[in-house]
């Protein structure tokens, strides 16, 4: 039987620009393919649109599609990155819960970094997330706000998977937007604290240029609102695109 193989877009080392482990040096292992279509995304269907089909010098090394690739292959080129220089591998897309038989080989491979393995989700996928749940170390989940992404909403199973996550280290990030819905909002405070206090990240809809649209005034609402709820409530937007999409 031939090895599972999963399409990546790239991997390449760079500085963790979202989140609670914002800052962080990570290797990022982007897989293609998505199950939702969030109407901000920078990377649809794991395509960033900074995406050229050729190597490029430095850290990044752009896989031409769809020359998918196996586990052994990606490994080697991870061995290549240093990964003791590491906080951790953020596997990421895309959504990367997409290729779970395929991580379920990879993931015992990538040994070495100081922290483990970083899941970057959008929270949709319990089931494939319940497959490799042991595998993961950091687990950062989106709970999508539907009019804010404007696509259908995925309560249930954002419920069903931050009950999975909650063992591990894991946080929420809630992305917002100038049009965001206060009783959207709600209900996803209501859906975390339903399962713990467990820490948000409120994360600005932000344009490549790293310019975010959302009133000030509004955020700080809002960030008020989940601190009577949540201990661990923080306003970051992504900030690897002020520095130049490292
Ligand atoms: C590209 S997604 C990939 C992982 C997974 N599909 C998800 O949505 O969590 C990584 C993170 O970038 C966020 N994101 C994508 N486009 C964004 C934008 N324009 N502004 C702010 N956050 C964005 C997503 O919400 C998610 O937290
Ligand atoms: N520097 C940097 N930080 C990131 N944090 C989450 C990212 C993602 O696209 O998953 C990302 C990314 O694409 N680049
Ligand atoms: S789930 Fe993630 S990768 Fe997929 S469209 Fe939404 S933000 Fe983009
Ligand atoms: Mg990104």
């Keep these: 039987m ?15 620009g979202e989140g609670i482990w914002v800052g962080c040096r990570q290797i990022f292992l982007r897989f293609a393919g998505c199950n939702l279509a969030c109407s901000y995304c920078d990377t649809p269907r794991g395509i960033p649109h900074y995406c050229r089909w050729e190597a490029r010098p430095g850290s990044r090394e752009f896989l031409l599609l769809p020359n998918p690739l196996t586990a052994q292959e990606v490994a080697l080129m991870i061995r290549k990155l240093e990964p003791a220089a590491h906080h951790s591998i953020s596997l990421t897309g895309g959504e990367p819960l997409l290729h779970t038989s395929f991580l379920l080989e990879l993931i015992p491979l990538l040994k070495g970094t100081r922290q483990g393995i970083y899941l970057e989700t959008n929270g949709t996928l319990p089931d494939s997330l319940e497959r490799i749940l042991p595998l993961v170390d950091i687990i950062a989940m989106d709970i999508k706000l539907p009019g804010t992404a404007n696509i259908n909403p995925c309560w249930q199973e954002h419920r069903a998977f931050l009950k999975l996550a909650r063992g591990k280290h894991v946080f929420v990030k809630l992305v917002v937007d100038e049009d965001s819905k206060p009783e959207e909002i ?56 002020f520095l130049g999409h490292l």
């Design 2 to 16: 031939s090895p599972p193989v999963a399409p990546l877009v790239e991997i390449f080392s760079s500085i963790q």
């Design 186 to 241: 709600e209900r996803a405070l209501d859906l975390i604290c339903s399962v713990g206090d467990i820490p948000l990240v409120i994360q600005p809809v932000t344009t490549p240029e790293g310019k975010t649209r959302v009133n000030p005034e509004k955020v700080i609402t809002w960030q008020s609102r989940a601190l009577e709820r949540l201990t661990d409530v923080r306003v970051i937007p992504q900030t690897h695109k």
